[in-house]
């Protein structure tokens, strides 16, 4: 079975500010990039938005014997998924178990539902979580790609 990494990651020039999202896919000697922007955001939206957009290509592919990595140095994403919060909120009408509405529970929505159909599907996904701007040649790929779409951004 072959393995294909996604590299994600998001920027934001500010907190909240222009943000900017990519994913840097790598099948064997192939790389292929996605990117995007929102001129007001959080970091936190581009973190998860990049995941969710590596989800949806994975969802989408027609490709079979493939186990599929996503690699985020994003404890915020890593966790809810790998530590099931976002199952439990999604039980709890989208609350924290404090009983508090959940951030940015818009795009952990969408993140469910992809989520839901690949495992519909039996696609394998994994989640990496790395140590941002460690020399991962892929993840500081990521978020240069992410960084400079904030910054596009950011200028119009």
């Known amino acids: 079975m072959r393995t294909v990494r996604l590299f994600t990651d998001g920027a934001c020039c500010g907190n909240p500010g222009p943000g900017g999202w990519a994913v840097v896919c790598n099948a064997g000697n192939r790389c292929r990039v996605l990117s995007g922007s929102n001129p ?34 994003s404890n915020y994403v890593v966790n809810t998924i790998q530590l099931k919060w976002i199952y439990n909120w999604r039980m709890k009408q989208w609350r924290t178990a404090k009983g508090e509405p ?3 529970a818009d795009l952990w929505e969408r993140c469910y539902s992809v989520l839901t159909s690949i495992r519909n599907k039996q696609k394998e996904v994994q989640f990496v979580k790395v140590k941002g701007h ?12 992410a960084r400079e779409q904030a910054r596009k951004v950011s200028r119009s």
Do not use: C, F, Q, W
């Not at 995941?51 to 140095?73: F, G, M, P, Q």
């Not at 460690?134 to 790609?145: F, I, M, Q, S, T």
């Open 102 to 104: 959940v951030k940015n």
């Open 134 to 145: 460690a020399g991962n040649p892929l993840n500081e790929y990521a978020d240069k790609v």
């Open 40 to 73: 007001d955001t959080t970091n936190n939206r581009m973190e998860l938005l990049a995941v969710i957009k590596a989800l949806e290509k994975i969802d989408n592919s027609r490709k079979h014997n493939v186990r599929y990595e996503i690699h985020s140095d």
